[in-house]
């Protein structure tokens, strides 16, 4: 399981923790490892692992037309982050995807 570390500010976490309290998944650890970056102030590096990243998605409401700005803010970063995690750069700070779709590096 990979792990990476995002930076959340107070507002995500503060939109985060009621959702998790109410997921019907375990995130007992998730929610005190977000109440603990939440104490230390201002924006936050938070370690996550995959899981925990899709556990923070999976609890946030379905995306719609006219979504406010936080909620659609806190999903890209964590799909982002999810990609990031997924897609390894290369040495030019590419995803892999990216790397894959260079012509110059096909046959690689």
Excluded at 36 to 50: C, F, I, R
Excluded at 58 to 80: H, I, M
Excluded at 87 to 104: A, E, I, R, T, Y
Aim: charged share 20%.
């Amino acid at each position: 399981m990979q792990r990476g570390v995002i930076e959340f500010s107070p507002p995500d976490i503060n939109y985060l923790l009621p959702l998790l309290a109410q997921s019907p998944q375990d995130t007992t650890l998730l929610q005190q490892k977000l109440q603990s970056a939440l104490q230390v102030g201002g924006n936050t590096q938070v370690e996550l692992s995959e899981e925990e990243t899709d556990i923070c998605l999976d609890c946030l409401p379905s995306p719609q037309s006219g979504e406010d700005g936080p909620v659609t803010n806190l999903r890209a970063k964590l799909v982002d982050f999810l990609q990031k995690m997924r897609l390894p750069q290369d040495v030019n700070g590419h995803s892999g995807l990216m790397s894959k779709l260079n012509p110059m590096n096909w046959g690689k």
